[in-house]
């Protein structure tokens, strides 16, 4: 069985209107929510065996923020362009290419694409907020990463900044 996590970025900047999308660094509260969100995650026991991140600069710096706070070098990050603003099919396909021998993923990305990744994958459940630095952890039915399908998943935690204490 596989397990999945899929992290949205933590809150951006809007503040300066000649950057692109795409190089969005992360505001003062994505600043906070990113390193309480991974203190959390560690204090858990969250231990992925893979990273991979949408190239975003926002997404990247929540991997990196996230992987340092729970001891993975954040070298070790993939970075995936595909994820940035990736439909449901995109990210389909890319978990359908991780490497055989991961049991465990994460993946840091946009919305709508995460919270419509996680309803796609979890049958019967709506998840109605993925806000900002929000985690939902999936276990999949499936044996090899190339067998992902609609509804193999089953949500065991989904969080944000704002539920921790």
């Not at 990113?34 to 991140?53: I, N, R, T, Y």
């Not at 389909?92 to 055989?100: G, K, S, Y």
């Not at 939902?136 to 969080?159: D, K, M, Q, S, T």
Request: aromatic share 6%; proline share 7%; net charge negative.
């Amino acid at each position: 069985m596989k397990s999945l996590t899929l992290i949205r970025h933590a809150k951006s900047s809007w503040s300066s209107t000649e950057l692109k999308d795409h190089d969005r660094p992360l505001n003062e509260r994505g600043a906070g929510d990113a390193p309480k969100m991974g203190e959390f995650l560690a204090g858990v026991g969250f231990a992925p065996q893979l990273f991979l991140s949408s190239t975003a600069v926002r997404a990247l710096a929540t991997a990196r923020i996230i992987a340092e706070a729970v001891g993975v070098p954040p070298e070790s990050i993939v970075k995936e362009p595909d994820i940035y603003h990736a439909s449901v099919a995109m990210l389909v396909r890319i978990i359908a290419r991780i490497d055989e021998e991961k049991e465990s993923a994460v993946l840091f990305g946009h919305n709508p694409g995460m919270g419509d990744l996680a309803n796609f994958l979890v049958p019967g459940h709506r998840i109605a907020q993925f806000p900002t630095c929000a985690v939902a952890h999936l276990e999949l039915g499936i044996e090899h990463w190339g067998e992902i399908h609609e509804g193999c998943g089953v949500l065991r935690a989904h969080f944000f900044p704002k539920m921790l204490p």
